[in-house]
């Protein structure tokens, strides 16, 4: 029986649980001394599809002066308007968790989350998500972009590891079932 696919969410967030400000900046993240990469390249060879809210991808695209960063994967944009797809990205607007469910189901590497919060919480509260691993950075920003919005829904998790990244600790759990 082949292994089905796993929705992985990997992502920064600051002290207080925040993963951008309220203006969308990262700077507080890339003021962190790190480790190299904190662990990006080896999670990037687990995942061959990531996904994202279109916000989020409106944000990479204007960071990256247009230059989509993950086109070696295979990459889908929820959205609730009209979008044309790219040669690099498929936009959504379809139901999300039967979108997802088929998606597991795929022959594949797993599956990675990219953001944002919008989208995370949608596949949060759905129990689509079964993997989070979650880097803090010794950072309290005060306000901004909660990685997890309250909501009435209930995750339980395992601790699979812990590693650190000088000064970023890194939480990898499982969603238990």
Same mark, same amino acid.
């Given at each position: 029986?082949?292994?089905?696919?796993?929705?992985?969410?990997?992502?920064?967030?600051?002290?207080?649980?925040? &993963?951008?400000?309220?203006?969308?900046?990262?700077?507080?993240?890339?003021?962190?001394?790190?480790?190299?990469?904190?662990?990006?390249?080896?999670?990037?060879?687990?995942?061959?599809?990531?996904?994202?809210?279109?916000?989020?991808?409106?944000?990479?695209?204007?960071?990256?002066?247009?230059?989509?960063?993950?086109?070696?994967?295979?990459?889908?944009?929820?959205?609730?308007?009209?979008?044309?797809?790219?040669?690099?990205?498929?936009?959504?607007?379809?139901?999300?968790?039967?979108?997802?469910?088929?998606?597991?189901?795929?022959?594949?590497?797993?599956?990675?989350?990219?953001?944002?919060?919008? &989208?995370?919480?949608?596949?949060?509260?759905?129990?689509?998500?079964?993997?989070? &691993?979650?880097?803090?950075?010794?950072?309290?920003?005060?306000?901004?972009?909660?990685?997890?919005?309250?909501?009435?829904?209930?995750?339980?998790?395992?601790?699979?590891?812990?590693?650190?990244?000088?000064?970023?600790?890194?939480?990898?759990?499982?969603?238990?079932?």
């Amino acid at each position: 029986m082949k292994k089905q696919r796993k929705l992985v969410l990997f992502i920064a967030q600051s002290l207080d649980g925040y &993963i951008a400000t309220k203006d969308d900046s990262l700077d507080w993240l890339f003021e962190v001394e790190g480790e190299g990469d904190n662990g990006y390249s080896e999670f990037s060879e687990t995942i061959d599809t990531v996904l994202m809210g279109k916000r989020t991808y409106d944000w990479i695209m204007e960071q990256e002066k247009g230059q989509f960063p993950y086109t070696n994967k295979n990459s889908y944009v929820f959205t609730r308007s009209s979008v044309t797809d790219t040669k690099d990205v498929t936009f959504i607007n379809e139901d999300i968790v039967d979108f997802i469910s088929n998606l597991k189901k795929e022959e594949g590497k797993d599956i990675w989350i990219v953001g944002g919060g919008d &989208i995370l919480h949608t596949f949060l509260k759905e129990k689509l998500v079964d993997e989070l &691993i979650v880097t803090v950075a010794p950072t309290i920003i005060g306000e901004g972009i909660p990685l997890f919005k309250p909501d009435d829904y209930k995750l339980d998790l395992s601790l699979r590891s812990t590693r650190t990244f000088n000064q970023f600790v890194e939480l990898h759990y499982t969603v238990n079932e």
